[in-house]
């Protein structure tokens, strides 16, 4: 049974760091690139960030760049999101996900396993 499950959500005060992880069971990371997802409420689900399969190539969403890094360890099947001087803005359900296609840009696309999501509340 295939498990992706993000941790490291919760509530931060602007300018501060979180670190999102996603351990996968179930399936080989490796086999895949791997991105990050985030949906305020009211708005679309959108990119974040991309990652392909060996980690040497990353995109990301204007908005996180500078500020977010992606990273993976595929001995340890995790997808990490470093988030520092985090924003109001921020503040969104964020969720991993593994794509059969590689990554062209932060919006990683044809998923084919979704993690549940963990909330990142960033307050002003």
């Known amino acids: 049974q295939v498990q992706v499950a993000e941790s490291g959500g919760g509530l931060v005060q602007a300018g501060g760091s979180l670190r999102l992880s996603c351990p996968a069971s179930g399936l080989s990371f490796a086999n895949y690139p791997l991105g990050w997802f985030r949906q305020a409420p009211g708005k679309e689900r959108e990119g974040v960030s991309c990652i392909n399969w060996s980690g040497s190539i990353t995109f990301y969403e204007d908005s996180v760049r500078g500020r977010f890094t992606v990273s993976r360890d595929n001995a340890k099947n995790t997808l990490y999101l470093q988030m520092n001087s985090l924003k109001p803005e921020d503040t969104a359900m964020y969720y991993c996900?593994?794509?059969?296609?590689?990554?062209?840009?932060?919006?990683?696309?044809?998923?084919?396993?979704w993690g549940q999501g963990t909330q990142v509340t960033v307050s002003s």
């Open positions: 996900a593994a794509t059969r296609s590689s990554c062209s840009g932060p919006q990683a696309t044809n998923i084919r396993y």
